[in-house]
Nanobody, 124 residues
Framework: QVQLIESGGGLVQAGGSLTLSCAASGRTFSRGSMGWFRQAPGKERDFVAGITWSGGSTYYRDTVKGRFTISRDNDKNTLYLQMNSLKPEDTAVYFC?????????????????WGQGTQVTVSA
């Protein structure tokens, strides 16, 4: 079992920045990739960014490319999401997740473990 706990969410004005963290415990950090997803009110959960175990490969949804950066520190068992130039449409609950596959994937069905989520609210 892997437990994932997100932190770092909050309220920020448009154009501002936030850094989300995801601390993993238990049977941590296999060689699987990890990812960030988000869910806005009334909408489905969407993939945001993913990263391989080594950190050598990353993948982002188009709407966050150039603004968000995913990274991981395997020594600290922690996943990060640096979010810059935030927009009101980035408002959502953000979830981190651990995948059962090595490659980066946007398919939520390939992620076995999920955190409880952290709220990010961007005001106009």
């Amino acid at each position: 079992q892997v437990q994932l706990i997100e932190s770092g969410g909050g309220l920020v004005q448009a154009g501002g920045s936030l850094t989300l963290s995801c601390a993993a415990s238990g049977r941590t950090f296999s060689r699987g990739s990890m990812g960030w997803f988000r869910q806005a009110p009334g909408k489905e959960r969407d993939f945001v960014a993913g990263i391989t175990w080594s950190g050598g490969s990353t993948y982002y949804r188009d709407t966050v490319k150039g603004r968000f950066t995913i990274s991981r520190d395997n020594d600290k068992n922690t996943l990060y999401l640096q979010m810059n130039s935030l927009k009101p449409e980035d408002t959502a609950v953000y979830f981190c997740a651990a995948a059962r596959v090595i490659r980066v994937t946007s398919n939520g069905n390939l992620y076995d473990y999920w955190g409880q989520g952290t709220q990010v609210t961007v005001s106009a």
